[in-house]
């Protein structure tokens, strides 16, 4: 499994913006489809964004036009950044990675049960 750190969460005001990176060591991330997902207090978790391996993104409709999912396949770091945020963004993002999986086939792009590795998370307090 390929390991994942996920940093720059933090508290911010409603209206702010934030940028999550997730970066690993030893894999080559270009290889991978990857996501971001988050988990609210009492809520399941979620996928927020998703990149295919061959650049393909999809959004949740909550996030579309607010965050945007990136990679740096020379860097081997993901990234989200969100613009805009409000109350309801307030959770533990999590990056995960995988190898096989391909959004771009499957009917539900933004499932979390494909992916095979996760990072530990960062959380995300937006308030207002």
């Known amino acids: 499994q390929v390991q994942l750190v996920e940093s720059g969460g933090r508290s911010v005001q409603a209206g702010g913006s934030l940028r999550l990176s997730c970066t690993s060591s030893?894999?080559?991330?270009?290889?991978?489809?990857m996501g971001w997902f988050r988990q609210a207090p009492g809520k399941e978790r979620e996928g927020v964004a998703v990149?295919?391996?061959?650049?393909?993104?999809f959004y949740a409709d909550s996030v579309k036009g607010r965050f945007t999912i990136s990679k740096d396949n020379a860097a081997n770091i993901l990234y989200l950044q969100m613009n805009s945020l409000n109350s309801e963004d307030t959770a533990i993002y999590y990056c995960?990675?995988?190898?096989?999986?391909?959004?771009?086939?499957?009917?539900?792009?933004?499932?979390?049960?494909?992916?095979?590795?996760w990072g530990q998370g960062t959380r995300v307090t937006v308030s207002s």
């Open positions: 995960a990675a995988d190898r096989d999986f391909r959004p771009s086939l499957v009917y539900r792009p933004l499932s979390s049960e494909p992916f095979g590795s």
């Open positions: 030893g894999y080559t991330l270009s290889f991978y489809s």
């Open positions: 990149v295919d391996r061959d650049g393909t993104t």
